[in-house]
């Protein structure tokens, strides 16, 4: 008979007991469930059985791990929802465009033409998708051969699905069935549809969102509060990536396979700069800018975003100054801590502000200032005798976290100032239902950079990305609405590029290791792209700011 700790406290169980019979003993009475478990490190759903003794932790949507498994499964009861809706028609199919603000964005093809009213709709759905949680219908997972997978997808109309299992190793495949529905998910799903609780169904646009709620307090769910800049640049991803024919994993792989990856790298390439120069040009055209503030996310690629607006910016006739706020870091010694009392560098309070203040004051008066760079092996600011004066055409570019910031600038004319937020929007899905997370874009971004230029393990690496995402949702996310304009730093090909660098990173975490769950999940996800050398890939490339070789000499 089994014994299972969890948080220090022993019981034994009659072998064959479920984890979901389990868990019931140890949750607490208020509070988020628990949607499946890590024993001795390794998770496993509640419908499993465990092996032998176990030490348990229970996982709820509170984390991470267990927002992206709540997220997950309310996707797949959305998703069944329409499907019940539309008479289970085969000609209706709903996509999973991306993420906007705390939910999911959805268009539905072949729609009748009668459903005009979105609005109406949204409420049915959300109608339907209740008395489904209602019901708490288990959410089955059966392994089925990847030939009769792929049969399945052609006949459901799931072209992408049938198009990424052709590149499949495996032999079979686990198929989540809900009532008559069956998908595939890259991820664990809850036990049944009763934890799915928390959420809401709004029209908007041409399509619906499913609004989700946050980590932070996964029983409720706010009100969605759109953000129509972003929702633009995010249409302009997919439009971009529908214009070069890759709008998913298996359109990547099959350029690979037929020869014409390069040709789709020139053309994502051509398109950022072609962007680049218009944000340039814009900025010239008004006579009293003197102030591009740059600000956007970890690993959205701001330094070389820079570097290049900058030389779109010469060829405006401007002479433009490159400065990032990593140089006015306070002194490593005064910086904030936070609550577990690790240096606080995401914090608006880690930079001098009295500093930055009275350096743009001074260049926007005329004045000589002496500019500093920060020395991150001793953690001190320095000065080297560089200069810096604006006159009739100079501008600077300021890069960094809290670039959007009032607090940063409010105290320039806002006539002076050209407001930019860049983030790596994800410009593909892994299929017509699975999104890649932009997070995730970030996160390989910054281990294979933070690897090459830092001497860190993809390990710290994952095990620091919580304090990031908390300092991005308090500090950089809240004001990207105030933007000039949104830039998207995301390469249509660049999983097949960052796929050859990741993996031997995330190998090389331990199984026992706490942060091995979110390698083990990086590594099941580039299992689905196949990889492509870097060499191909432009020397002014964004991309080269994280895989390196790149003239920017970052």
Known sequence: MP??????????????????????????????????????????????????????????????????????????????SVYDITGKDRDVHTFLRFCSSSGYYYTIRGLADGIADYASFAKEVEARMRELAAQRIPLQKNSVSLRKAR?????????????????????????????????????????????????????????LVLVLPERTDPLHVEPYRPSPKLFAIQAE???????????????????????????????????????IAAIAREIASRDNIKFVMIAGPSSSGKTTFSKRLSVQLTAQGLRPHPVSLDNFYLNRVDCPRDADGNYDFECLESLDLDLIRQTLQDLIAGKKVEMPVFDFVSGTRKYHGDFLQLGESDILVLEGIHGLNPELSSFLPDDAKYLIYISALTQLNIDEHNYIPTTDGRLLRRIIRDHRTRGTSAQETIRMWPSVRRGEESYIFPYQENADVMFNSALVYEPSVLKLYAEPLLFQIPENAPEYPEAHRLLKFLENILGSPAENVPLNSILREFIGGGIFRL
Do not use: H
């Open 151 to 207: 049969e399945y997808f052609r006949n459901a109309g799931m072209e992408d699905k049938d198009r990424n299992f052709r590149y499949r190793r495996a032999s079979s495949v686990n198929l989540y069935t809900l009532d008559d529905y069956s998908d595939y998910f890259y991820g664990y799903m809850v036990r049944d549809t009763g934890f799915l609780q928390t959420f809401r169904v709004e029209p908007y646009e041409a399509g």
């Open 3 to 80: 014994v299972i700790t969890v948080d220090g406290n022993t019981r034994i169980y009659k072998a064959g007991t479920p984890y979901w019979e389990i868990v019931r003993d140890f949750e607490p009475a208020e509070g988020p469930p628990a949607l499946v478990v890590l024993e001795n490190g390794v998770l496993r759903e509640l419908i499993r059985v465990p092996d032998g003794d176990a030490a348990l932790t229970l996982v709820t949507a509170s984390s991470e791990i267990g927002m992206s498994i709540y997220r997950r499964s309310t996707n797949f009861l959305f998703l069944k």
């Open 237 to 275: 991803a997919e439009e971009w990536a529908e214009q070069m024919e890759v709008s998913a994993l298996g359109d990547l792989n099959d350029a690979l396979c037929a020869g014409t990856f390069q040709s789709k790298l020139l053309a994502a390439e051509a398109l950022q700069e072609g962007k």
